[in-house]
């Protein structure tokens, strides 16, 4: 946290990642050539009303995954990191 803190008293802002369907952000140290830290906005998942990456809003509520829920990705992705 405390390299993220540093990176953007410098001015560095988030990155986002050009891979992947939803919004995935890289933070930067002071430095500004290291990533330390990464987050991704569950409004910003695929299918979700902030999606960056153009994709259709869900209308059912399900996400890209049969049997998700749009903004459930994010818990899924902690547990798995927890796991």
């Known amino acids: 946290m405390n390299a993220v803190r540093a990176g953007m008293a410098k001015g560095n802002a988030p990155v986002m990642s050009s891979e992947g369907t939803g919004g995935a952000y890289f933070m ?4 500004g050539h290291r990533h330390v830290a990464v987050f991704k906005p569950v409004d910003e998942e695929p299918m979700a009303a ?5 994709l259709p809003v869900s209308s059912t509520g399900e996400g890209l995954k049969k049997g998700t829920r749009v903004g459930e990705g994010a818990l899924r992705e ?4 927890i796991l």
Request: glycine share 8%; net charge neutral.
């Open 28 to 31: 930067q140290d002071a430095s």
């Open 50 to 54: 902030n999606n960056p990456r153009g």
């Open 78 to 81: 902690v547990a798995a990191y």
